[in-house]
């Protein structure tokens, strides 16, 4: 089966971190979808060339160099893409920085740096972007999340924190955004760029070009994506990570509870017949489902 050409025409699109590596990819391959591209980075200078190389090719784009960590940067950078283009329909928070080290050698400065650009600068644009997503009943987020959040890696507590913290920011905006057409989703890529150097060999280097990555971009922000959707790509890979939830098993009988536990972890870590919840609350309505189906068990 081949697909149509996704177009993103006339949309308006604002990719935050995309002055170099993987925002410039995503910046590139939008605005070659028909996008109008809103260029984001902390150097004036690497969005002007973006954004003139997107002009150069017969695209529309504009420069919006900002500190996405700085909220009332962030507001002036919307507040000049709304006044040239009087609109934006898609962000792309790609926007990020490292401070790897072990947590015991960190410090609270470092990793606090790391929150407040990878986290709280994805926030900082959402919210800026929300209301105004809100009142034309449609937008596309994209979060970018990360194997090390999803599944951890030594050295990066903090990147961990803040990339897993934008997994629950995008499961509960997901939510709050279905009705009004706006859907949000995260993306875990696998890339060689500069803030990857020296974590590939120099074989894999050629097989994790950041271009292999901005189609699930694309893919995300088209006018038929999903929401509430983890997609991890890379090397022309692309896959869909799930945060589920396991059948477990009840011990109400049981006369040490704390102690079964631990001895029927491997029941209750089965992932036989796991799923994924439609939403936090559904964890509790399994468990009072369950209780009412014990009879031994009383029901407060």
Not at 197 to 212: C, E, P, Q, V
Request: hydrophobic letters at 45%; one cysteine or more; a neutral charge.
């Amino acid at each position: 089966m081949t697909a149509s050409r996704i177009s993103l025409s006339p949309r308006v699109a604002l990719v935050t971190g995309a002055g170099q590596g993987l925002g410039r990819a995503h910046a590139l391959a939008l605005a070659r979808h028909g996008a109008i591209v809103a260029v984001n980075d902390l150097s004036c200078e690497d969005a002007q060339s973006v954004a003139q190389e997107i002009v150069g090719s017969g695209g529309q784009a504009m420069a919006c160099p900002a500190n996405v960590a700085d909220p009332d940067s962030v507001n002036a950078m919307i507040d000049s893409v709304m006044t040239r283009y009087g609109r934006i329909d898609i962000l792309v928070n790609n926007a990020g920085i490292l401070r790897d080290r072990t947590f015991a050698k960190s410090t609270i400065e470092d990793f606090r740096a790391v929150i407040d650009v990878n986290l709280m600068g994805s926030v900082h644009c959402t919210h800026a972007v929300w209301n105004l997503m809100r009142e034309r009943q449609y937008g596309r987020i994209v979060f970018t999340t990360s194997s090390s959040g999803l599944y951890g890696n030594f050295g990066q507590a903090n990147y961990s924190a803040a990339k897993m913290g934008l997994v629950g920011l995008m499961q509960t905006l997901a939510i709050e955004g279905k009705r009004h057409g706006i859907h949000v989703n995260c993306l875990a890529p696998s890339a060689a760029t500069g803030m990857t150097s020296g974590l590939y060999d120099s074989g894999d280097l050629a097989r994790l070009g950041s271009g292999m990555v901005a189609p699930a971009v694309v893919a995300l922000c088209a006018q038929e994506a999903p929401t509430r959707a983890i997609i991890l790509a890379g090397a022309g890979r692309f896959a869909q990570a799930h945060v589920t939830m396991t059948r477990g098993t009840y011990l109400n009988g049981e006369q040490d509870i704390a102690a079964a536990v631990l001895s029927h972890m491997d029941r209750i870590g089965d992932r036989d017949g796991d799923h994924v919840p439609a939403s936090g609350p559904e964890q509790h309505q399994m468990e009072v489902a369950g209780l009412k189906h014990f009879a031994n068990v009383p029901l407060i």
